[in-house]
T-cell receptor, first 115, second 114 residues
Framework: NAGVTQTPKFRVLKTGQSMTLLCAQDMNHEYMYWYRQDPGMGLRLIHYSVGEGTTAKGEVPDGYNVSRLKKQNFLLGLESAAPSQTSVYFC??????????????FGEGSRLTVL | AQSVTQLGSHVSVSEGALVLLRCNYSSSVPPYLFWYVQYPNQGLQLLLKYTTGATLVKGINGFEAEFKKSETSFHLTKPSAHMSDAAEYFCAVSEVPNDYKLSFGAGTTVTVRA
C-alpha cells in the first residue's frame, strides 16, 4: 500500500544549487499536483498535470519546473534554489475527468531548506 | 477565481467540548467544498466534501459540515472533541468543471485540552 511516495524526505541546499524532487504514485491516477506548505499560508499549488506529457502552472510556479514523462511519476525541479523556496513540498494525485471527486491523495512531504 | 478564508489560525478546546472551525469561500460558479486534516508530520487526508445535493455532509471521525450558499460558508463541527482530533484542518474549494484544482485556506490548528 505505497500510495504516493516522495523522495527525498529532507534536503538542505545552498543558494544557487539545483535539485529534483520525485513523486511516484501506484494508484493509476491521471492527475498529479505539487503544492508547497508555508506557515500561515496553507498549501499553494505550484504546478499540476492532467496526464502523461502535460503540465500546467499553478498559483506559484516561478522558480520551479516539472515533468511528467510517465503516468506514475511527477518531478519537481529547482534550477537555482533561493532561500524563499525553503518550504515543505507535497505531492498529490487523484483520478481525472469524470472520475474526479476532489479527493487528493498526498505524500508525506519533502522538507527543503535553502541556506 | 476561487478563494478560501479560514477564521482563526488556532483553536483550543477542552476534551468533550464542541469543535467549530469556520470557513468562508468565494467562487464564480457553484463550488465543490472540502475539509482536509493533517496530523503531525503527515500529508493531508480528506475529512469530508460537498459537491451537490444535501447541504449537511458527514465525514470521518464524527465531523460534519454544512454548506450555506447565502452565507458562502462551509463550517466544520464535531459535537465532542477527542484528544486524537488535535491536528491542522484545511478548508478547500474547487470550481469543477472549470478546473480540477483545489485552493486551500491557511489552515486552523486545533489543540485539545484534557
Amino acid at each position: 500500500n505505497a500510495g504516493v511516495t516522495q523522495t527525498p524526505k529532507f534536503r538542505v541546499l545552498k543558494t544557487g544549487q539545483s535539485m529534483t524532487l520525485l513523486c511516484a504514485q501506484d494508484m493509476n491516477h491521471e492527475y498529479m499536483y505539487w503544492y508547497r506548505q508555508d506557515p500561515g499560508m496553507g498549501l499553494r499549488l505550484i504546478h499540476y498535470s492532467v496526464g502523461e506529457g502535460t503540465t500546467a502552472k499553478g498559483e506559484v510556479p516561478d522558480g520551479y519546473n516539472v515533468s511528467r514523462l510517465k503516468k506514475q511519476n511527477f518531478l519537481l525541479g529547482l534550477e537555482s534554489a533561493a532561500p524563499s523556496q525553503t518550504s515543505v513540498y507535497f505531492c498529490a494525485s487523484s483520478y481525472g475527468g469524470n472520475r474526479w471527486t476532489g479527493e487528493l491523495f498526498f505524500g508525506e512531504g519533502s522538507r527543503l531548506t535553502v541556506l | 477565481a476561487q478563494s478560501v478564508t479560514q477564521l482563526g489560525s488556532h483553536v483550543s478546546v477542552s476534551e468533550g467540548a464542541l469543535v467549530l472551525l469556520r470557513c468562508n469561500y468565494s467562487s464564480s460558479v457553484p463550488p465543490y467544498l472540502f475539509w482536509y486534516v493533517q496530523y503531525p508530520n503527515q500529508g493531508l487526508q480528506l475529512l469530508l466534501k460537498y459537491t451537490t445535493g444535501a447541504t449537511l455532509v458527514k465525514g470521518i471521525n464524527g465531523f460534519e459540515a454544512e454548506f450555506k450558499k447565502s452565507e458562502t460558508s462551509f463550517h466544520l463541527t464535531k459535537p465532542s472533541a477527542h484528544m486524537s482530533d488535535a491536528a491542522e484542518y484545511f478548508c478547500a474549494v474547487s470550481e469543477v468543471p472549470n478546473d480540477y484544482k483545489l485552493s486551500f485556506g491557511a489552515g486552523t490548528t486545533v489543540t485539545v485540552r484534557a
